[in-house]
């Protein structure tokens, strides 16, 4: 047997494990308790300022699918049995991760003394600078406390539950959503308009609106819990009357009917994903988990939650590729040159082959630069990362086959009027995304690819001539100067994994031109 289906069988074998843990034989109440004790824990390490790379918000969402994935018994999961399964969750994060890279070609395994070794196969860079470029996306500051929010924290009696009186809610709600804003114009390849459809006649400003009432109530809880040492504040608990009447104050321009529907998209349900729809419903009480909550994802759980239904996919995939002439604004600003959107391809029949989505040209130069433009909703997740890793493969291919069309005379790109000719231009080929640079090699010669986030980041190129250059080899951080790999061993069965774990080293890493 192969290494790589060795260690994939032995990572299947461990997940089968997790199903035989003694609290699953209990009663649907278990949800918050596994909740409540993965909750504690992570404040915990909060309170001691231990410092985890653990991803605790994705622990819990893993607690939440296994929830929902796994029969429901009687009685009650004790803090113990708790425990083992939220342990076996934490465990579950570097499966998943593994699995994932493995069945994406993006590790290699071999056998060492009976032990696995995993390797990356491809250049590591490109995620690094992906990270960093997601720090640097971050604003620098966000409100803090108001003095409202502060005196109620302060004031609040030792074992009270009470909820906070209406003066703190709205200046939570309020806090929320100058936080959420500030996030939000921090993205340097722009975010989503108010106006932007998300189905059923609701807009992104309607959800912006509702989320931030329940991204109000996660904060004040997590605020509350970390200030008084009050662990068990960390989750909230409303039933779903109570939840909806606070957001019909707090949200009187969104309609009933959307408020009703943005609680329903953000509610989990299986086939769903925790990110996105961060809400878990418990009989008549709905539970609101902060960390699954977070003011940097708010676009991504917008376009998410509205597509994972397949009948609004597409709706949402054809809005979000209105946004693409992003790239064509950029790009206008390099000086000397020209540049086009959706150029039309034409065979000799008439038929179309296709079109050009940006081209930009140095007509003194005859240098040309086509891209193919994909605009995927943010990965929150490894999972969605691959699938956007896959749309470049997909959009490569695309240009590809247009581009030997092209070359062979069998189709034409109708230029712009007193554009030079087509086949007098020296051409450089690329995708382009949002976000998200590729360490996958693409399938296809001479094409490469890139992001709006990567090339914003470069600054106005001087000419169109340093911009080829640095699409066509890359300026990306440095293994040794700004990140490490290191080897991380954990156990998988009775077998020990030996993982190459990328450690950053600076957040001050920045690509330049030339």
């Not at 029949?349 to 994909?374: F, H, M, N, T, W």
Request: charged share 25%.
């Amino acid at each position: 047997m192969k290494p790589e289906q060795d260690l994939l069988d032995t990572l299947v074998s461990a997940r089968d494990k997790v199903r035989s843990l003694r609290g699953w034989n209990s009663g649907p109440e278990r949800v918050y308790d596994l909740l409540r004790t993965a909750t504690k824990l992570r404040t915990m390490e909060i309170s001691a300022g231990v410092m985890t790379d653990l991803p605790w918000e994705s622990v819990l969402a893993q607690l939440v699918v296994w929830h929902h994935d796994l029969p429901v018994s009687t009685g009650t999961c004790s803090e113990r049995d708790a425990a083992e399964i939220v342990l076996a969750a934490a465990a579950a994060q570097r499966l998943d991760l593994l699995e994932a890279g493995m069945r994406s070609g993006a590790y290699q395994v071999r056998m060492t003394r009976g032990d696995f070794r995993v390797r990356h196969r491809w250049d590591a860079s490109a995620e690094v600078a992906d990270m960093l470029l997601e720090h640097d996306a971050r604003p620098a500051r966000v409100p803090e406390l108001s003095a409202v929010e502060r005196q109620w924290i302060s004031t609040r009696p030792v074992g009270s539950r009470s909820s906070p009186p209406p003066e703190v809610l709205h200046a939570a709600v309020q806090r929320a959503a100058a936080t959420i804003e500030a996030y939000r114009q921090s993205v340097p390849e722009g975010q989503v308009p108010d106006a932007f459809p998300l189905g059923e006649g609701m807009t992104a400003g309607d959800m912006i609106s509702v989320l931030a009432v329940i991204m109000g109530i996660a904060s004040l809880s997590e605020q509350t819990a970390h200030r008084l040492s009050r662990l068990e504040a960390t989750l909230v608990l409303m039933p779903a009357s109570q939840l909806m009447a606070v957001i019909a104050e707090m949200s009187p321009n969104v309609s009933e009917v959307h408020q009703a529907l943005v609680v329903e998209r953000l509610t989990y349900r299986s086939g769903r994903s925790c990110r996105t729809s961060p809400l878990i419903r418990h009989g008549d009480v709905v539970i609101i988990c902060p960390p699954l909550v977070t003011p940097r994802t708010v676009d991504p759980i917008m376009l998410r939650s509205a597509a994972h239904d397949s009948r609004r996919f597409g709706r949402v995939g054809r809005a979000q590729g209105e946004r693409a002439p992003a790239w064509a604004t950029w790009l206008g600003a390099t000086p000397g040159t020209l540049v086009a959107e959706r150029v039309p391809a034409t065979r000799s029949d008439g038929r179309s082959a296709g079109d050009l989505d940006v081209v930009i040209v140095d007509p003194v130069r005859r240098l040309g630069l086509c891209l193919e433009i994909k605009w995927p909703i943010e990965a929150l997740s490894l999972h969605e990362a691959m699938k956007v890793e896959n749309w470049i493969t997909s959009a490569a291919e695309q240009l590809d086959r247009l581009r030997g069309e092209l070359r062979a005379g069998t189709a034409t790109a109708q230029m712009p009027p007193d554009w030079p000719p087509f086949d007098a231009i020296d051409w450089t080929w690329c995708v382009g995304t949002p976000q998200q640079l590729t360490t996958r090699p693409l399938p296809v010669p001479d094409m490469h690819a890139t992001s709006l986030r990567y090339v914003q980041a470069l600054g106005t190129p001087p000419d169109l001539g340093a911009l080829v250059t640095v699409l066509t080899r890359p300026d990306l951080p440095t293994e040794g100067v700004h990140f490490d790999v290191q080897r991380r061993s954990f156990p998988v069965g009775r077998r020990q994994v030996h993982l190459d774990a990328l450690q950053v080293r600076t957040t001050s890493w920045r690509p330049r031109l030339g």
